[in-house]
């Protein structure tokens, strides 16, 4: 009896110890910046995969929060994982990391000319998308791709 009790604790424990670097379902982060932007200047937005929000102030900046997301099951892949299927090839926290990080919205331009660009990762066995929140001048030309 006193074996049997050892052994299921080997065992829970390796299996937790086979989890510490296991990926997340869901990774998140918001980026935000906020940039001047001249009188009747523009800004454009490129972003194939999110929702986008914009409002206008009486101020000469754009601000712009993105909220970044990447999904590695979605959809009720849950159920899969939990039998042994395999959704994604992400098999650690170190690999979804090193994904998500490819996951960018990069700033370009000046005062008259703002530009904001999403790259995505090059997989497709995960879910990326970033949701942006825009605030720009009333007297300003946005554009939205």
């Not at 080997?10 to 918001?30: I, K, Q």
């Not at 899969?80 to 395999?86: D, E, H, S, T």
């Not at 919205?105 to 970033?130: A, H, I």
Request: aromatic letters at 8%; proline letters at 3%; a negative charge.
């Amino acid at each position: 009896m006193r074996l049997a009790h050892w052994t299921a604790g080997v065992v829970v424990m390796a299996g937790a110890a086979a989890c510490a670097d296991a990926p997340l379902d869901v990774y998140r982060e918001t980026v935000e910046q906020t940039f001047p932007l001249a009188e009747g200047g523009s800004f454009t937005l490129e972003n194939k995969n999110g929702s986008v929000d914009l409002a206008t102030w009486d101020k000469n900046e754009v601000r712009v929060v993105a909220e970044k997301r990447m999904d590695l099951d979605s959809g009720g892949w849950w159920i899969a994982r939990l039998i042994g299927f395999k959704h994604s090839n992400i098999e650690t926290d170190a690999q979804a990391k090193e994904l998500f990080a490819q996951l960018s919205v990069e700033f370009s331009g000046d005062e008259n000319s703002r530009t904001v660009n999403t790259r995505y990762p090059d997989v497709r066995d995960v879910n990326c998308q970033v949701a942006y929140h825009i605030t720009a001048p009333k007297k300003s030309q946005v554009d939205l791709d």
